[in-house]
């Protein structure tokens, strides 16, 4: 079952009002839309977009005999298009907008993708497969055809090495990268459970004890570098500035330091030129009960502003 993350902080400080507008840029399961499209009826409207067909058309199927009418408009979308997005659904008067940086269950789970580490699948690792591109967006074409078994398998050892140093701070980046190295020399590199005993030959005993698992922060990586995430987090927050209305609001949450830092770095410049006025003087965590309910919700950080 799909459970938003921070749902009651989300609705506060987006403080969504009947008959307005509301983006949500990773709509997922659409748990935090869902909540939001009952506090803006009767007339307000929703945009939901998502990297992932299959997330949209299972949203599309459960609204399907809904009474919604045209108040959800659902679109699979690279959310770094934001402002391309608005003006092809003529979306106006947005009175905020909604990031949910996380990785949804259904990914992990379900997707058959390779995003986790406990259980045996290709490493794709892609939100967006490429029967899914559009003509219409050849740019976007080869970071979308990208795969994680690309990476460890065809990548330069000292590659992977910088993105598991960057992307996921993994301490033991350079051993890694090395026994992926050498392990490709004598076979492919094709699934989760190979991937996952090659991390674990390259760290230390008492790193396989931790409390977060050894191979968190190198599918954490790949994850990123397969997805462009990182890069189109930062091409798409001046863009949520030209699309909002002034005292519109923009809520992020974010699931590592790195996109953390980003958010609150644009929030900071954004209130230096008097473009924005923070909310959120430091992020906000999850509560001990929700906690309790859903411990995949532990690390993250919500952060909110509003638009001058």
Same mark, same amino acid.
């Given at each position: 079952m799909h459970i938003p993350v921070l749902k009651n902080e989300v609705l506060e400080y987006l403080d969504a009002k009947p008959n307005k507008n509301f983006i949500d840029c990773t709509i997922d399961g659409g748990g935090h839309a869902k909540e939001i499209l009952e506090i803006i009826k009767p007339e307000g409207k929703l945009l939901g977009i998502d990297r992932d067909e299959e997330m949209i058309n299972s949203l599309l199927t459960e609204f399907q005999n809904s009474n919604l009418g045209d108040r959800l408009i659902l679109t699979c979308e690279n959310f770094a298009n934001l402002k391309k997005?608005?003006?092809?659904?003529?979306?106006?008067? !947005?009175?905020?907008?909604l990031f949910d940086l996380g990785t949804s269950s259904w990914h992990l789970k379900e997707s058959g993708r390779g995003f986790s580490f406990q259980k045996d699948e290709v490493l794709d690792m892609r939100y967006q497969i490429k029967s899914q591109i559009s003509i219409r967006q050849p740019a976007d074409k080869s970071q979308r055809e990208l795969t994680a078994e690309e990476i460890v398998n065809k990548w330069p050892e000292n590659k992977i090495e910088r993105i598991l140093n960057e992307y996921g701070e993994e301490k033991f980046a350079k051993k890694i990268a090395k026994e992926i190295s050498e392990k490709r020399r004598k076979t492919p590199i094709e699934t989760t459970f190979q991937l996952t005993e090659i991390i674990k030959d390259s760290v230390p005993g008492w790193y396989l004890h931790k409390k977060i698992h050894f191979a968190t922060k190198t599918f954490q990586a790949l994850r990123i570098a397969v997805n462009n995430e990182l890069k189109n987090l930062e091409i798409v927050l001046p863009k949520v500035l030209e699309v909002l209305e002034p005292e519109g609001r923009i809520v992020i949450i974010s699931f590592h330091s790195l996109e953390d830092r980003i958010v609150k770095n644009f929030f900071r410049e954004g209130a230096k030129e008097g473009k924005l006025r923070i909310l959120t003087?430091?992020? !906000?965590?999850?509560?001990?009960?929700?906690?309790?309910l859903n411990p995949s919700s532990r690390s993250a950080k919500l952060r909110a502003a509003i638009k001058l």
């Open positions: 997005i608005v003006e092809k659904y003529n979306f106006g008067k !947005v009175c905020g907008i003087k430091k992020p !906000v965590s999850p509560s001990s009960q929700e906690l309790e």
